[in-house]
């Protein structure tokens, strides 16, 4: 299941948070491999109308399955970020190839990102680890771990440390808010890190 990420702005209208990192461009050697197989992901889709297949032999960093967010950036605003809080394929470089296309191409407040846009592009991504049921707001750390916030089918999350959100309050807050979540609705609450890549 695809998420949008929020936003800084004060949009929420979307589901879910995005990584505030900007990745400044260097060459491909500098960037991590989740990195590197977003960004060709990209540029093949988009300059050739192709899906990569995934990297043969498989990398030990690519094995496990996990949750997996791909954020843009052009000129240091957000140009596009999708992703999965539960893993939707059978590994995460299947999973980095997905969003990737999907951040490039589907997030609904942008236009599809065209092959002029691509060498202005900035990458991020997040590999999340799995959710952990949490019944108290003091077990969460708004710089160290992301938030879920569900209340029957309706769920809000957060990625962790983001630019002005400075405590828990604040991160259920928007995750209610990204829901559809009345505040004196009673909610299950869920905890999760990432493993950050650029």
């Known amino acids: 299941m695809h998420r949008t990420s929020g936003d800084t702005s004060g949009d929420y209208d979307s589901v879910v948070g995005y990584a505030g990192i900007i990745i400044k461009k260097s060459g491909d050697k500098d960037f991590s491999e989740p990195v590197k197989l977003a960004k060709k992901t990209i540029e093949t889709y988009i300059n050739e109308d192709r899906t990569i297949a995934r990297p043969d032999p498989l990398p030990p960093i690519f094995e496990q399955q996990a949750g997996v ?13 999708i992703g999965t809080f539960e893993p939707s394929h059978d590994n995460i470089a299947e999973e980095i190839i997905s969003n990737a296309i999907s951040s ?15 060498k202005h592009l900035d990458y991020n991504v997040d590999v ?3 959710p952990e049921a949490i019944e108290d707001i003091k077990e969460l750390n708004p ?32 995750c209610r808010r990204k829901a559809g979540i009345m505040p004196h609705e009673k909610v299950q609450l869920y905890r999760f890190e990432v493993k950050r890549y650029k």
Do not use: M, N, W
């Open 69 to 81: 967010f791909v954020s843009l950036h052009k000129f240091g605003q957000l140009r596009g970020c």
């Open 104 to 118: 490039a191409t589907r997030d609904p407040r942008f236009s599809p990102v065209t092959a002029d846009e691509l």
């Open 128 to 130: 999340l680890t799995a």
């Open 143 to 174: 710089r160290k771990y992301g938030v879920i916030v569900e209340k029957d089918h309706r769920k809000g999350l957060l990625l962790p440390d983001l630019e002005g959100v400075d405590t828990a309050e604040q991160q259920i807050d928007i």
